[in-house]
């Protein structure tokens, strides 16, 4: 079967330093790969998504990179936090991007930027 | 521009009874609706889905509905269950992308 891990659960970061959060997918091949970032009292909103290795599309401008350096290995990154960064980043997987096909969710990072 | 709203944030419902989650678009070229689950500290679980040229789609005590001329969905969970207790997300699918809502908390009461 397939699972998500994500890592680490929580993270307590100082301004302007900076950021690695790492997703990994097992159990399938050629996920479609996605970065999602949710804030107090909002929905989830879609930060990057990938179809494969080293193709990477950003869906909002912000201060945020996200890299596929592997097949089932998805990083989020920053080179200096800004408080407005502090949320909760979930990464997921799909199979394809067509519609109908659920995306499957890690558990998540909680980021604290103080 | 919010195309998918939960206007209710919070639901109160006596176990054994119908909870029902609401959600309304805007945009008439979405093609999937997708229910998710998510409990504190954890990633979000999916539940049901129903595709644009249905009506209904039912899993069990999970049953969703679509009204596509009022642009709503909705979610019925019957019977209730303690362990349903959780925030609910309704999602629309374009293209594989999802734009979710804000969700709503539900509480099922013993």
């Known amino acids: 079967s397939q699972t998500i891990h994500q890592w680490p659960a929580t993270l307590v970061q100082p301004v302007g330093s900076p950021l690695s959060l790492e997703c990994t997918v097992e159990g399938t091949s050629n996920p479609n790969l996605y970065w999602y970032r949710q804030a107090a009292g909002r929905g989830l909103q879609l930060l990057f998504y990938s179809v494969g290795i080293g193709q990477i599309s950003s869906e909002v401008p912000q201060n945020l990179s996200a890299s596929r350096p592997q097949d089932r290995q998805f990083i989020l990154s920053s080179k200096k936090l800004l408080l407005s960064d502090s949320g909760f980043y979930l990464c997921?997987?799909?199979?394809?991007?067509?519609?109908?096909?659920?995306?499957?969710f890690g558990d998540g990072t909680r980021l604290s930027i103080l | 521009d919010q195309q998918v709203k939960q206007n209710s944030p919070s639901l109160s419902v006596q176990e054994g009874r119908i909870s029902i989650l609401n959600c309304d678009y805007t945009?008439?070229?979405?093609?999937?609706f997708l229910w998710y689950k998510k409990y504190p500290a954890e990633g979000p679980t999916f539940l049901i889905s129903?595709?644009?040229?249905?009506d209904k789609n039912e899993d069990g005590r999970f049953t969703v509905f679509l009204n596509k001329s009022a642009k709503h969905l909705s979610l019925h969970i019957v019977p209730s269950q303690p362990g349903d207790s959780a925030v609910y997300f309704c999602a629309a699918s374009r293209g594989g992308k999802l734009i979710f809502g804000q969700g709503t908390e539900l509480s099922v009461k013993p």
């Open positions: 997921a997987w799909s199979e394809t991007r067509t519609g109908g096909q659920p995306q499957h």
């Open positions: 945009n008439s070229m979405f093609d999937y």
């Open positions: 129903i595709s644009s040229i249905k």
